[in-house]
């Protein structure tokens, strides 16, 4: 069974479609017992990082994060779900995020905002497998700029170049949303459960 954190934010249902086409079960939860039960993990977002720092708090979702990491499950962040797990945000003010990979997410330098539609993928991770020349579909503003020593970092530029996907361990995550990047997000969904 696949979990989806459900805190308030994110793109559920589409995304909770996206990962049953695997063929797992699928649930969505906002309860950290429920969530724990599965065999990997879904941690989405939409919206801004401080706001969804605060609805995951509200649940109980940095220990609830905290035990899926350290589970050694399968974990896959989505958009900001991918942005919290960095050391910091500075949406709207400096906010603390989860601080599994070091840096800050910050605005993107480009002359229209927000990024919006489909773009490369400079694919490193073996998740990627099928769709390395895929494009992905992107809706953001803010996004992680720097390296992470010993995670596979996969980037996209758009003003300038900031990290598209992020692998280390057990944890996979995407600015990206795979749940909107049609057949190619599906594959890479596929290739994720693969790991279950």
């Not at 797992?24 to 706001?51: C, I, M, N, Q």
């Not at 990491?69 to 958009?79: A, L, Q, R, T, Y």
């Not at 992020?166 to 596929?190: C, M, R, V, W, Y």
């Amino acid at each position: 069974m696949i979990a989806i954190l459900d805190y308030g934010s994110g793109n559920l249902r589409s995304a909770q479609r996206a990962f049953a086409l695997t063929g797992h079960d699928v649930l969505l939860t906002s309860k950290r017992s429920e969530f724990l039960k599965a065999d990997a993990f879904v941690v989405p977002g939409v919206g801004a990082y401080g706001a969804c720092m605060k609805q995951l708090e509200e649940i109980d979702g940095r220990g609830a994060v905290s035990d899926a990491v350290n589970s050694g499950k399968p974990i896959f962040g989505i958009c900001v779900g991918m942005q919290i797990l960095f050391t910091s945000g500075s949406e709207k003010g400096k906010h603390l995020g989860l601080g599994y990979f070091p840096g800050d997410v910050s605005l993107i330098n480009a002359p229209v905002l927000p990024h919006i539609g489909w773009n490369d993928v400079n694919a490193t991770s073996p998740i990627f497998h099928g769709v390395e020349s895929e494009k992905f579909y992107f809706v953001h503003s803010y996004a992680a700029k720097n390296d992470v020593e010993s995670a596979q970092v996969s980037w996209t530029t758009y003003g300038e170049r900031f990290v598209a996907a992020i692998s280390k361990e057990n944890i996979f995550a995407t600015q990206f949303h795979p749940e909107k990047s049609g057949d190619a997000g599906a594959k890479l969904i596929e290739n994720w459960a693969k790991l279950i």
